[in-house]
């Protein structure tokens, strides 16, 4: 009894030995993740800030030089910042500190009125963004409260991309890699070829009407021909608590497609946006920038996609799974990287770059954060994500795009005209979709609801187009003699909300009862199961 005893306990010595030998090697383990984590969370914000300081004009130096007056009441500065006729500004030129107090104040004033304005819009089944578009543009051309509005440009534009951030960042944790391998045939000509086809039908219509080459057209036809999410995801939620369309899948083969169709849209959009910077400078070796103009494209994309998966990989390992407070850890680096990509490769010139890295980032971290899911199907990160776009990014990014429309200035002639290149773009878009539709168990009525559906322009039209008009004013030695594009560009997608985001609000409400086939099942509760139901039913329809 007791030589066995004694030949037990060494073996129990070793064991505990071994177990706190590893106890200590996972103890080290997260003490040292936690510090990797928290330099690169450090190195990431401070790089992200010298990109923004580097980058954007936030002081309000030489708001005197080469100013406009409108009317008695408003002045613009040659920077784009819009106040008040009477602004006191110093003899070097720079703005009171009372008025940089006042710029502060506007856009709090932005955020928080446009917050009420979406509540009252959303209650009376108005698109919330529908309401704070409106009002924007009401803040701009009601001269007694533009008066005692200031607005820096410099700042309105980081505030847009700190919008474009978000949006890039929805998309990049949205995209399904399991909705995406089955993703085939029809499903993938309807993401890719009404897109296509309502992009060059408007650049080729812009180029006719407005005069402008056909690159700009082709720019202004990828932001018109993205789909908008914030109209249809709402919508088609309505829609699915009914039961409407859900044996057919419908709600997923929208949200997935329409999830594609966006960063094809986007990428496009960057493509072309780069091609137009690039060949923009003065130099005697047209062949040479040319060539470059050509290859530059393609290795942006590449760069983009291989910074987004080092980043994105990186986000595999740092922070553990293991560690306490883990989702505020993801997000702090998720946010630090996306901005450090973004704003830094904006900085060096490499605008295609950023974009690119921020949707493969949040695609891959996605990826591996998804698997360590357990029981929701939502990533949290994907509901902080949503909650910051709701509370600041929607209410800001639509009232600073509606107050860039001064009516005094809006070419009353080209309104006509711009109908017309919207229209036409649509109605291709609604035909070429009932085509990509026809290999699917869909019937006509619903094929013809699928188009329609996609008809709201909104978020990424927001997003997209004050870029050109931003470069014109942050550097207007290069891209000054692009104002007359960048101004046909903002007023076409402004225009392009207010018509098609309520009119598709409200055919979606009105014709999905009509349209859509009712499922006998019981409602489908659990919204984010959306895509795993829909995939089935695209299997059984195979």
């Keep these: 009894m007791n030589s066995k005893g004694e030949e037990s306990r060494p073996f129990t010595k070793n064991s505990e030995s071994k177990t706190k030998k590893k106890n200590w090697k996972k103890k080290l383990w997260l003490e040292s993740n936690k510090i990797i984590v928290y330099i690169l969370f450090v190195v990431s914000v401070i790089l992200t800030a010298l990109s923004i300081l580097k980058h954007y004009n936030f002081s309000f130096d030489e708001l005197n030089d080469e100013s406009t007056t409108f009317g008695n009441e408003t002045i613009q500065f040659k920077n784009g910042t819009v106040a008040a ?7 070097d030129g720079s703005i009171k500190i009372k008025d940089i107090q006042k710029c502060i104040f506007s856009i709090v004033f932005f955020l928080i009125s446009s917050i009420g304005i979406s509540y009252i819009s959303e209650k009376v089944k108005m698109p919330g963004l529908l309401g704070i578009l409106l009002l924007g543009i009401l803040f701009r051309n009601v001269s007694i409260i533009n008066q005692n509005l200031l607005i820096n ?3 309105a534009s980081f505030l847009r991309k700190c919008c474009f951030l978000i949006i890039l960042l929805r998309g990049g944790l949205g995209l399904d890699a399991k909705a995406l391998m089955k993703l085939k045939g029809s499903c993938v000509m309807l993401a890719f070829l009404p897109c ?11 180029m006719l009407f407005f005069k402008i080459k056909f690159s700009f057209g082709l720019l202004l036809g990828f932001i018109l021909a993205t789909v908008t999410t914030a109209v249809t995801v709402p919508a ?7 039961t409407y369309g859900l044996d057919q899948g419908i709600p997923t083969l929208i949200n997935a497609a329409a999830s594609i169709d966006d960063v094809y849209a986007i990428t496009w959009f960057s493509l072309i946006l780069s091609s137009i910077t690039s060949g923009s400078g003065e130099s005697d070796e047209s062949s040479s920038s040319t060539l470059w103009t050509i290859a530059r494209a393609p290795i942006e ?3 983009g996609s291989v910074l987004g998966c080092i980043l994105g990989g990186i986000l595999w390992i740092f922070p553990s799974s293991e560690l306490s407070n883990l989702n505020i850890r993801r997000m702090s680096l998720l946010l630090s990287f996306s901005s450090a ?3 830094g490769m904006d900085y060096l010139g490499y ?3 950023g974009p690119f890295a921020v949707l493969v980032l949040g695609f891959i971290a996605a990826l591996r954060w998804n698997q360590q899911q357990e029981n929701s199907k939502t990533l949290v990160e994907e509901e902080i994500l949503k909650n910051e776009w709701k509370y600041f990014g929607l209410p800001l990014l639509f009232c600073l795009i509606g107050y860039q429309l001064d009516l005094n200035q809006l070419n009353k002639s080209s309104i006509f005209q711009s109908i017309i290149v919207l229209t036409v773009g649509l109605i291709v878009r609604c035909i070429v979709a009932v085509f990509a539709l026809l290999k699917t168990n869909l019937n006509f009525k619903e094929k013809i609801f699928v188009s329609i559906s996609w008809l709201p322009k909104a978020t990424v039209q927001a997003a997209l187009a004050p870029v050109v008009m931003d470069m014109v004013r942050t550097n207007p030695t290069k891209f000054g003699k692009y104002k007359s594009e960048a101004t046909i560009i903002l007023t076409v997608t402004i225009l392009s909300i207010l018509i098609t985001a309520p009119a598709g609000a409200i055919l979606i409400r009105l014709l999905g009862p009509l349209m859509l086939r009712k499922s006998k099942k019981e409602p489908f509760n659990d919204n984010e199961n959306s895509v795993e139901l829909a995939d089935k039913k695209m299997d059984d329809s195979k």
């Design 153 to 155: 440009e410099s700042v």
């Design 351 to 353: 605008d295609t770059v």
């Design 301 to 303: 994309v590449l760069a």
């Design 341 to 343: 990509a973004l704003f």
């Design 196 to 206: 296509t086809f309502e992009a060059f039908t408007v650049g080729i219509l812009s």
């Design 85 to 91: 006729a009477d602004t006191e500004v110093e003899e």
């Design 236 to 242: 088609m939620l309505e829609l699915q608590k009914k």
